[in-house]
């Protein structure tokens, strides 16, 4: 069975951080993401919110925002080499102290 955004405000959620992650001077993050059976191209989850060559393209992990998903999805998420997120605070502080390093930057 395939997730998808649950509703209109998760929906909205999942916009507001592709906002706020432009305004940092990322990409955005694709929506709905398809995680595909490699043999059948079939589709086996879909993710609310993903970069899957990483926020910095290539450089970081690939990484994906699911909110409010059954575990089967998490668990096939992280099998393809996602490294997942459940919400939004806990994202923005990743992309904040991984990504951005802020904490290392103010400490300068």
């Known amino acids: 069975m395939l997730d998808s955004i649950a509703d209109e405000d998760e929906e909205i959620a999942l916009l507001e951080v592709n906002i706020w992650i432009a305004e940092q001077g990322l990409p955005?993050?694709?929506?709905?993401?398809e995680i595909v059976e490699v043999e059948?191209?079939?589709a086996k989850a879909l993710l609310d919110l993903a970069w899957p060559e990483g926020i910095q393209t290539r450089y970081s992990d690939p990484v994906a925002l699911l909110l409010n998903e059954e575990i089967v999805t998490l668990e096939l998420a992280s099998a393809a080499g996602f490294r997942c997120f459940t919400d939004i605070a806990t994202f923005r502080d990743y992309v904040e102290?991984?990504?951005?390093a802020v904490d290392a930057i103010a400490a300068d």
């Open 28 to 33: 955005e993050g694709e929506m709905l993401y």
């Open 40 to 42: 059948t191209g079939a």
């Open 97 to 100: 102290e991984e990504i951005l």
